[in-house]
T-cell receptor, first 110, second 117 residues
Protein backbone atom coordinates (compact mmCIF):
# COMPACT_ATOMS: atom_id res chain seq x y z
CA UNK A 1 0.00 0.00 0.00
CA UNK A 2 1.20 3.49 -0.85
CA UNK A 3 2.43 5.39 2.20
CA UNK A 4 3.50 8.96 2.79
CA UNK A 5 5.18 10.07 6.03
CA UNK A 6 6.03 13.68 6.77
CA UNK A 7 8.36 15.04 9.42
CA UNK A 8 8.48 16.93 11.61
CA UNK A 9 4.81 17.26 12.57
CA UNK A 10 5.39 20.85 13.59
CA UNK A 11 8.27 23.29 13.06
CA UNK A 12 8.77 26.70 14.61
CA UNK A 13 11.35 29.00 13.00
CA UNK A 14 12.49 32.53 13.54
CA UNK A 15 12.16 34.80 10.51
CA UNK A 16 15.23 34.25 8.33
CA UNK A 17 16.07 30.84 9.84
CA UNK A 18 16.31 28.35 6.95
CA UNK A 19 15.20 24.73 7.37
CA UNK A 20 13.85 21.67 5.54
CA UNK A 21 10.70 19.58 5.68
CA UNK A 22 10.83 15.87 4.88
CA UNK A 23 8.44 13.60 3.00
CA UNK A 24 9.24 9.89 2.88
CA UNK A 25 7.21 7.67 0.61
CA UNK A 26 6.68 4.12 -0.54
CA UNK A 27 4.74 3.61 -3.73
CA UNK A 28 4.52 0.91 -6.36
CA UNK A 29 5.86 3.04 -9.19
CA UNK A 30 5.87 6.80 -8.73
CA UNK A 31 3.96 8.87 -11.23
CA UNK A 32 4.52 12.09 -9.33
CA UNK A 33 5.18 13.64 -5.93
CA UNK A 34 3.33 16.82 -5.05
CA UNK A 35 3.70 19.59 -2.48
CA UNK A 36 0.72 21.65 -1.35
CA UNK A 37 0.34 24.51 1.10
CA UNK A 38 -2.74 24.76 3.33
CA UNK A 39 -3.74 27.85 5.26
CA UNK A 40 -6.22 27.56 8.17
CA UNK A 41 -9.83 27.23 7.02
CA UNK A 42 -8.87 26.77 3.38
CA UNK A 43 -8.27 23.93 0.97
CA UNK A 44 -4.70 23.02 0.00
CA UNK A 45 -3.02 25.01 -2.77
CA UNK A 46 -0.64 23.42 -5.27
CA UNK A 47 3.06 24.29 -5.03
CA UNK A 48 5.18 21.77 -6.97
CA UNK A 49 5.18 18.51 -8.88
CA UNK A 50 8.31 16.32 -9.04
CA UNK A 51 8.45 13.32 -11.35
CA UNK A 52 11.89 11.73 -11.11
CA UNK A 53 14.80 11.38 -8.72
CA UNK A 54 17.20 14.29 -8.97
CA UNK A 55 14.54 16.75 -10.06
CA UNK A 56 14.33 20.13 -8.32
CA UNK A 57 11.73 22.90 -8.46
CA UNK A 58 11.92 26.40 -6.99
CA UNK A 59 9.42 29.10 -6.18
CA UNK A 60 10.43 32.21 -4.25
CA UNK A 61 11.84 30.99 -0.91
CA UNK A 62 10.84 27.35 -1.49
CA UNK A 63 12.80 24.59 -3.21
CA UNK A 64 11.58 21.01 -3.56
CA UNK A 65 13.90 18.09 -4.26
CA UNK A 66 13.25 14.41 -4.91
CA UNK A 67 15.13 11.15 -4.38
CA UNK A 68 13.90 7.59 -4.86
CA UNK A 69 12.67 7.41 -1.27
CA UNK A 70 11.98 10.95 -0.11
CA UNK A 71 11.44 14.57 -0.95
CA UNK A 72 12.57 17.68 0.85
CA UNK A 73 10.97 21.09 0.88
CA UNK A 74 13.71 23.60 1.67
CA UNK A 75 12.67 26.99 3.01
CA UNK A 76 15.30 29.70 2.71
CA UNK A 77 15.08 32.81 4.90
CA UNK A 78 11.41 32.26 5.73
CA UNK A 79 8.98 35.08 6.45
CA UNK A 80 5.93 35.02 8.74
CA UNK A 81 3.68 34.74 5.68
CA UNK A 82 5.23 31.33 4.97
CA UNK A 83 3.45 30.02 8.08
CA UNK A 84 1.08 27.26 6.95
CA UNK A 85 0.73 23.49 6.85
CA UNK A 86 2.75 21.91 4.06
CA UNK A 87 1.36 18.69 2.63
CA UNK A 88 3.11 16.07 0.51
CA UNK A 89 1.22 13.66 -1.76
CA UNK A 90 2.13 10.83 -4.13
CA UNK A 91 0.42 9.42 -7.16
CA UNK A 92 1.22 5.92 -8.40
CA UNK A 93 1.56 4.90 -12.03
CA UNK A 94 -1.11 2.22 -11.74
CA UNK A 95 -3.92 4.48 -10.56
CA UNK A 96 -4.99 8.08 -10.45
CA UNK A 97 -5.74 8.61 -6.80
CA UNK A 98 -3.58 10.95 -4.73
CA UNK A 99 -2.41 9.93 -1.24
CA UNK A 100 -1.41 12.64 1.23
CA UNK A 101 0.84 12.71 4.27
CA UNK A 102 -0.26 14.21 7.57
CA UNK A 103 1.55 17.47 6.88
CA UNK A 104 4.09 19.68 8.63
CA UNK A 105 2.69 22.70 10.45
CA UNK A 106 5.20 25.53 9.97
CA UNK A 107 5.19 28.65 12.15
CA UNK A 108 7.58 31.49 11.34
CA UNK A 109 7.92 34.08 14.09
CA UNK A 110 8.96 37.66 13.28
CA UNK B 1 -17.01 27.95 -12.56
CA UNK B 2 -13.76 29.62 -11.67
CA UNK B 3 -13.01 27.30 -8.79
CA UNK B 4 -14.23 24.22 -6.94
CA UNK B 5 -17.39 25.04 -5.03
CA UNK B 6 -18.53 23.08 -1.99
CA UNK B 7 -21.75 23.34 -0.03
CA UNK B 8 -22.71 23.68 2.69
CA UNK B 9 -19.62 25.35 4.12
CA UNK B 10 -20.75 24.39 7.61
CA UNK B 11 -23.19 21.72 8.73
CA UNK B 12 -24.22 20.86 12.28
CA UNK B 13 -26.33 17.75 12.65
CA UNK B 14 -27.52 15.37 15.31
CA UNK B 15 -26.15 11.88 15.67
CA UNK B 16 -28.14 9.44 13.55
CA UNK B 17 -29.24 11.94 10.91
CA UNK B 18 -28.21 11.70 7.24
CA UNK B 19 -26.20 14.47 5.55
CA UNK B 20 -25.40 15.33 1.95
CA UNK B 21 -22.34 17.30 0.93
CA UNK B 22 -22.09 18.76 -2.54
CA UNK B 23 -19.11 19.47 -4.79
CA UNK B 24 -19.20 21.45 -8.01
CA UNK B 25 -15.85 20.98 -9.78
CA UNK B 26 -14.10 23.24 -12.25
CA UNK B 27 -15.77 23.06 -15.65
CA UNK B 28 -13.93 20.59 -17.88
CA UNK B 29 -12.27 18.73 -15.01
CA UNK B 30 -13.12 15.06 -15.43
CA UNK B 31 -11.42 13.76 -12.27
CA UNK B 32 -12.96 14.45 -8.87
CA UNK B 33 -11.68 13.50 -5.42
CA UNK B 34 -13.16 13.49 -1.92
CA UNK B 35 -10.97 13.69 1.16
CA UNK B 36 -11.67 13.92 4.88
CA UNK B 37 -9.54 16.04 7.21
CA UNK B 38 -10.01 15.66 10.94
CA UNK B 39 -8.84 18.44 13.28
CA UNK B 40 -5.07 18.86 12.99
CA UNK B 41 -4.75 15.81 10.75
CA UNK B 42 -3.74 15.20 7.16
CA UNK B 43 -6.02 14.37 4.28
CA UNK B 44 -7.68 10.95 4.34
CA UNK B 45 -8.56 9.72 0.84
CA UNK B 46 -12.21 8.71 0.49
CA UNK B 47 -13.07 8.22 -3.19
CA UNK B 48 -12.01 9.16 -6.68
CA UNK B 49 -14.20 9.65 -9.77
CA UNK B 50 -13.14 9.61 -13.40
CA UNK B 51 -16.16 10.94 -15.21
CA UNK B 52 -19.19 9.36 -13.53
CA UNK B 53 -17.45 6.16 -12.48
CA UNK B 54 -15.52 5.53 -9.29
CA UNK B 55 -12.61 3.13 -9.98
CA UNK B 56 -11.36 3.47 -6.41
CA UNK B 57 -13.83 3.38 -3.49
CA UNK B 58 -11.32 1.87 -1.10
CA UNK B 59 -11.15 4.87 1.18
CA UNK B 60 -14.80 5.01 2.17
CA UNK B 61 -14.71 4.36 5.96
CA UNK B 62 -17.91 2.29 6.15
CA UNK B 63 -21.07 1.41 4.27
CA UNK B 64 -22.70 4.51 5.79
CA UNK B 65 -20.66 6.55 3.30
CA UNK B 66 -21.58 6.74 -0.37
CA UNK B 67 -20.85 9.09 -3.24
CA UNK B 68 -22.15 9.65 -6.69
CA UNK B 69 -21.39 11.87 -9.61
CA UNK B 70 -23.82 12.68 -12.38
CA UNK B 71 -23.25 14.22 -15.78
CA UNK B 72 -19.51 14.12 -15.21
CA UNK B 73 -19.88 17.22 -13.07
CA UNK B 74 -21.47 17.68 -9.64
CA UNK B 75 -20.75 15.09 -6.98
CA UNK B 76 -22.61 14.34 -3.75
CA UNK B 77 -21.11 12.64 -0.70
CA UNK B 78 -23.78 11.14 1.53
CA UNK B 79 -23.24 10.04 5.11
CA UNK B 80 -26.08 8.01 6.61
CA UNK B 81 -26.78 7.66 10.33
CA UNK B 82 -24.01 10.09 11.23
CA UNK B 83 -21.76 9.39 14.20
CA UNK B 84 -19.68 11.82 16.25
CA UNK B 85 -16.48 10.41 14.72
CA UNK B 86 -17.72 11.61 11.33
CA UNK B 87 -17.07 15.20 12.46
CA UNK B 88 -14.40 16.60 10.14
CA UNK B 89 -13.82 18.86 7.17
CA UNK B 90 -14.75 17.16 3.91
CA UNK B 91 -12.65 18.44 1.01
CA UNK B 92 -13.36 18.04 -2.67
CA UNK B 93 -10.80 18.49 -5.43
CA UNK B 94 -10.88 18.24 -9.21
CA UNK B 95 -8.33 17.89 -11.98
CA UNK B 96 -8.06 17.52 -15.72
CA UNK B 97 -8.38 14.18 -17.46
CA UNK B 98 -5.45 11.78 -16.97
CA UNK B 99 -2.91 12.09 -19.75
CA UNK B 100 -3.45 15.81 -20.15
CA UNK B 101 -0.52 18.02 -19.16
CA UNK B 102 -1.14 19.26 -15.63
CA UNK B 103 -3.80 16.61 -15.11
CA UNK B 104 -2.41 15.56 -11.77
CA UNK B 105 -2.62 18.98 -10.17
CA UNK B 106 -5.59 19.07 -7.84
CA UNK B 107 -7.64 22.22 -7.27
CA UNK B 108 -9.40 22.06 -3.93
CA UNK B 109 -12.58 23.61 -2.65
CA UNK B 110 -12.72 25.33 0.73
CA UNK B 111 -14.35 22.29 2.31
CA UNK B 112 -17.54 21.44 4.18
CA UNK B 113 -17.14 21.42 7.95
CA UNK B 114 -19.37 18.76 9.48
CA UNK B 115 -20.12 18.68 13.20
CA UNK B 116 -22.11 15.78 14.58
CA UNK B 117 -23.55 16.45 18.05
Amino acid sequence: EDQVTQSPEALRLQEGESSSLNCSYTVSGLRGLFWYRQDPGKGPEFLFTLYSAGEEKEKERLKATLTKKESFLHITAPKPEDSATYLCAVQAVNNNDMRFGAGTRLTVKP
Amino acid sequence: GAGVSQSPSNKVTEKGKDVELRCDPISGHTALYWYRQSLGQGLEFLIYFQGNSAPDKSGLPSDRFSAERTGGSVSTLTIQRTQQEDSAVYLCASSLSPGVVGANVLTFGAGSRLTVL
